[in-house]
């Protein structure tokens, strides 16, 4: 295994879907770039091997990254070169207008970080990724399912958008597309960043960033073998290690103001319904993700086809031996689709005792999103013709048959250790803020307080966006990386 | 990742967790040793803290029927109906512990029984892994995944 050394511009903190883009763009710039990344480097005998495998390989702390407060909930985070981007569903959404007003505006940044600009880095990204419609082949019985759903009940909805070149369907992006038709970053800005000079180094944790006289100079960190290492950075520090470890290495480094770097944690939470046909939807064949209603993102949450696979599936599943066999004896026929959340909730992280402490509980106003959502997904289950729904909620209804087993989902339990939920969205742990009193970076993603150092990744929002993040995350890491291309040496 | 070394299944433990867990998966016993033996293999690659969680779990999911049901036996000793019961009062139990802990055994072990060849193939699918055809393409993927690749390129 290579190992880093030496001294570049910028050294460029996680190579995910902020720390690609960055460090692409400072090459393109010219600048001498050093991308670290904590995680391996993703082979192709790595893709495609099973829920287990990749977790194991692909996915921070082995999958088992929880939040703890009132419930446990699980964060699923990438954990390899190319980071969450490599694991995720392949959902690109531009940040619309409201969510770029109500990030941006109400901290007094709209100027700063204009939509127009964020629209001209969107087109470019999406050129660089093959962002394209779903095509009707591979929607796969799920989204078909949820469209006709959509349809009858009169929700807005659409074929989601995704980053994908000629899929081929196996509805495995969560384990790294097999074929890697995915476009995720290890597969489009990593590579493209090393053909323009900048130097990635695997199996790399950056532990701490230094700074002599107000100025980070470089980072020290230890590799996958347990080697320390240094690299000196003649401009600056990109961070982009993810709402989760930017915060920690903040705080290992003591940089930031102290109360803020790692407060104000977000996320969208999300829970899943799944509802059983007469024919079959064999959820392994289609995209993996490829339809979803946001007729009620202005209410605070939004629907889309999750395809789990069976390994996931009969987890919520009441009941076992023989009962869970008559439920899981279904799958073929089943239909799993999610509610996710914006939620207004803060949790925080921090080092804690066997390594990272997220402390989170949704507060009841999201319980009251999610709880409404999954009812929308019984109901939109029913109208696409399910015999039956499994709610998954922990002293509510088992199962949901006729529109009269709906109206007790209103009475669903909104204390969320009834619910089965999860995160994959992660922010505002180094939030934006015109001032040190109100967070961690400036509207100049500039850490307060030190010169040199920027955060270019989720931990930067200041709210949640209720939108799938990656696109927004790598417009905002091309904009600043842009900008930060001309800071001078120190 | 491999800080978990020391937590594992001993041969013991491994046959009694295959009793209980046949009986909450409703699997033979040719299954359910497979699936217990990946538990094993999963306690070992995981890190540290959620092995030992894990690991404790599977010791009071073994050992607690004298609280639970009121038979001071291990729960792969209890008969058929009883260890259904048994189980049960995990998995509705009023505690959120109780029931968030029998809902760690049973995820880890759906990651094993999901990946288990037998029971891919009772539902027609393919294997957890994916099978590549000489040229690299992914075999058994959706019917309409030529066509819609075909659009995507151009879509793009």
Not at chain 1, 431 to 452: L, P, T
């Given at each position: 295994?290579?190992?880093?050394?030496g001294?570049?511009?910028?050294?460029?903190?996680?190579?995910?879907?902020?720390?690609?883009?960055?460090?692409?763009?400072?090459?393109?710039?010219g600048?001498?770039?050093?991308?670290?990344?904590?995680g391996?480097?993703?082979?192709?005998?790595?893709?495609?091997?099973?829920?287990s495998?990749?977790?194991?390989?692909?996915?921070?702390?082995?999958?088992?990254?929880?939040?703890?407060?009132?419930?446990?909930?699980?964060?699923?985070?990438?954990?390899?070169?190319?980071g969450?981007?490599?694991?995720n569903?392949?959902?690109?959404?531009?940040?619309?207008?409201?969510?770029?007003?109500?990030?941006?505006?109400?901290?007094?940044?709209?100027?700063?970080?204009?939509?127009?600009?964020?629209?001209?880095?969107?087109?470019?990204?999406?050129?660089?990724?093959?962002?394209a419609?779903?095509?009707?082949?591979?929607?796969?019985?799920?989204?078909?399912?949820?469209?006709?759903?959509?349809?009858?009940?009169?929700?807005?909805?659409?074929?989601?958008?995704?980053?994908?070149?000629a899929?081929?369907?196996?509805?495995?992006?969560?384990?790294?597309?097999?074929?890697?038709?995915?476009?995720?970053?290890?597969?489009?800005?990593?590579?493209?960043?090393?053909?323009?000079?900048?130097?990635?180094?695997?199996g790399?944790?950056?532990?701490h960033?230094?700074v002599?006289?107000?100025?980070?100079?470089?980072?020290?960190g230890?590799?996958?073998?347990?080697?320390?290492?240094?690299?000196?950075?003649?401009?600056?520090?990109v961070?982009?290690?993810?709402?989760?470890?930017s915060?920690?290495?903040?705080?290992?480094?003591?940089?930031?103001?102290?109360?803020?770097?790692?407060?104000?944690?977000?996320?969208?939470?999300?829970?899943a319904?799944?509802?059983?046909?007469?024919?079959?939807?064999k959820?392994?064949?289609?995209?993996?993700?490829?339809?979803?209603?946001?007729h009620?993102?202005q209410?605070?949450?939004?629907?889309?086809?999750?395809?789990?696979?069976?390994?996931?599936?009969?987890?919520?599943?009441?009941?076992f031996?023989?009962?869970?066999?008559?439920?899981?004896?279904?799958y073929?026929?089943?239909?799993?689709?999610?509610?996710?959340?914006?939620?207004?909730?803060?949790?925080?992280?921090?080092?804690?005792?066997?390594?990272t402490?997220?402390?989170y509980?949704?507060?009841?106003r999201?319980?009251?999103?999610i709880?409404?959502?999954?009812?929308?997904?019984?109901?939109?289950?029913?109208?696409?013709?399910?015999?039956?729904?499994?709610?998954?909620?922990?002293?509510?209804?088992?199962?949901?048959?006729?529109?009269?087993?709906?109206?007790?989902?209103?009475?669903?339990?909104?204390?969320?250790?009834?619910w089965?939920?999860?995160?994959?969205?992660?922010f505002?742990?180094?939030?934006?803020?015109?001032?040190?009193?109100?967070?961690?970076?400036g509207?100049?993603?500039?850490?307060?307080?030190?010169?040199?150092?920027?955060?270019?990744?989720?931990?930067?929002?200041?709210?949640?966006?209720?939108?799938?993040?990656?696109?927004?995350?790598?417009?905002?890491?091309?904009?600043?990386?842009?900008?930060?291309?001309?800071?001078?040496?120190? | 990742?491999?800080?978990?070394?020391?937590?594992?299944?001993?041969?013991?433990?491994?046959?009694?967790?295959?009793?209980?867990?046949?009986?909450?998966?409703?699997?033979p016993?040719?299954?359910?040793?497979?699936?217990?033996?990946?538990?094993?293999?999963?306690?070992r690659?995981?890190?540290?803290?959620?092995?030992?969680?894990?690991?404790?779990?599977?010791?009071?999911?073994?050992?607690?029927?004298?609280?639970?049901?009121g038979?001071?036996?291990?729960a792969?000793?209890?008969?058929?109906?009883?260890?259904?019961?048994?189980?049960?009062?995990w998995?509705?139990?009023?505690?959120?512990?109780?029931r968030?802990?029998?809902?760690?055994?049973?995820?880890?072990?759906?990651?094993?029984?999901?990946?288990?060849?037998?029971?891919?193939?009772?539902?027609?699918?393919?294997g957890?892994?994916?099978?590549?055809?000489p040229?690299?393409?992914?075999?058994g993927?959706?019917?309409?995944?030529v066509?819609?690749?075909?659009?995507?390129?151009?879509?793009?």
């Amino acid at each position: 295994m290579s190992h880093a050394e030496g001294s570049c511009d910028f050294v460029v903190v996680g190579s995910g879907a902020g720390g690609a883009t960055a460090a692409m763009i400072l090459a393109e710039a010219g600048r001498e770039v050093v991308l670290l990344e904590e995680g391996p480097a993703v082979r192709d005998e790595d893709r495609g091997l099973g829920t287990s495998e990749a977790f194991f390989r692909l996915f921070r702390a082995g999958g088992t990254q929880v939040a703890v407060g009132r419930s446990v909930i699980p964060v699923l985070q990438g954990r390899c070169v190319g980071g969450t981007t490599v694991v995720n569903g392949a959902i690109v959404w531009r940040m619309p207008e409201d969510v770029h007003a109500r990030c941006f505006g109400a901290i007094g940044a709209a100027e700063a970080i204009p939509l127009r600009e964020m629209e001209r880095c969107f087109d470019r990204i999406e050129r660089d990724h093959a962002v394209a419609v779903t095509p009707e082949g591979l929607l796969g019985r799920n989204g078909l399912l949820m469209r006709g759903a959509a349809e009858k009940l009169g929700l807005e909805g659409h074929v989601i958008r995704r980053n994908v070149l000629a899929c081929q369907g196996s509805s495995r992006c969560l384990e790294a597309c097999p074929s890697k038709r995915k476009q995720s970053v290890e597969q489009t800005y990593v590579p493209r960043a090393v053909a323009r000079g900048a130097r990635l180094y695997a199996g790399h944790e950056v532990r701490h960033i230094e700074v002599q006289g107000g100025r980070a100079v470089g980072v020290q960190g230890r590799d996958a073998e347990g080697r320390a290492f240094r690299v000196t950075a003649r401009r600056g520090v990109v961070v982009a290690a993810s709402a989760v470890q930017s915060p920690l290495l903040l705080q290992r480094s003591g940089l930031g103001p102290r109360g803020q770097v790692g407060a104000h944690f977000m996320a969208h939470p999300a829970a899943a319904v799944s509802g059983v046909y007469r024919d079959e939807v064999k959820l392994w064949q289609g995209g993996t993700q490829t339809y979803e209603v946001d007729h009620f993102r202005q209410e605070g949450f939004k629907l889309e086809t999750a395809s789990l696979p069976l390994e996931l599936a009969g987890v919520r599943m009441a009941g076992f031996g023989k009962v869970f066999q008559e439920k899981i004896g279904d799958y073929q026929r089943t239909a799993v689709w999610g509610v996710q959340v914006r939620a207004e909730a803060e949790g925080k992280v921090r080092r804690g005792l066997g390594g990272t402490s997220i402390a989170y509980t949704p507060e009841a106003r999201d319980m009251e999103r999610i709880r409404r959502g999954a009812r929308v997904l019984c109901e939109m289950h029913l109208a696409a013709g399910a015999t039956h729904v499994y709610p998954g909620v922990h002293g509510g209804p088992e199962v949901v048959r006729s529109e009269a087993d709906l109206r007790a989902l209103g009475e669903l339990p909104l204390d969320p250790r009834a619910w089965s939920l999860i995160i994959s969205h992660v922010f505002g742990t180094c939030r934006m803020s015109r001032d040190a009193r109100g967070g961690v970076v400036g509207h100049d993603f500039g850490v307060h307080g030190v010169k040199g150092v920027w955060v270019v990744d989720a931990s930067i929002f200041a709210t949640t966006p209720g939108v799938n993040p990656q696109h927004s995350i790598m417009a905002l890491a091309m904009l600043a990386a842009e900008r930060i291309a001309e800071e001078r040496a120190g | 990742m491999g800080v978990g070394r020391s937590v594992g299944l001993g041969r013991g433990a491994e046959r009694r967790l295959a009793v209980v867990l046949g009986a909450m998966l409703g699997e033979p016993a040719g299954i359910a040793e497979d699936v217990a033996a990946f538990f094993g293999q999963y306690l070992r690659r995981a890190p540290l803290l959620a092995a030992v969680g894990l690991r404790l779990m599977v010791w009071a999911l073994e050992w607690l029927p004298v609280v639970f049901v009121g038979r001071p036996l291990p729960a792969s000793a209890l008969g058929p109906e009883v260890l259904a019961r048994y189980l049960g009062r995990w998995a509705g139990a009023r505690s959120y512990l109780v029931r968030e802990g029998f809902f760690l055994v049973k995820m880890v072990a759906l990651l094993g029984w999901g990946a288990h060849p037998a029971v891919r193939a009772r539902y027609g699918m393919p294997g957890v892994a994916v099978v590549r055809a000489p040229g690299g393409a992914v075999v058994g993927t959706a019917e309409g995944a030529v066509a819609g690749a075909q659009q995507g390129t151009e879509g793009s």
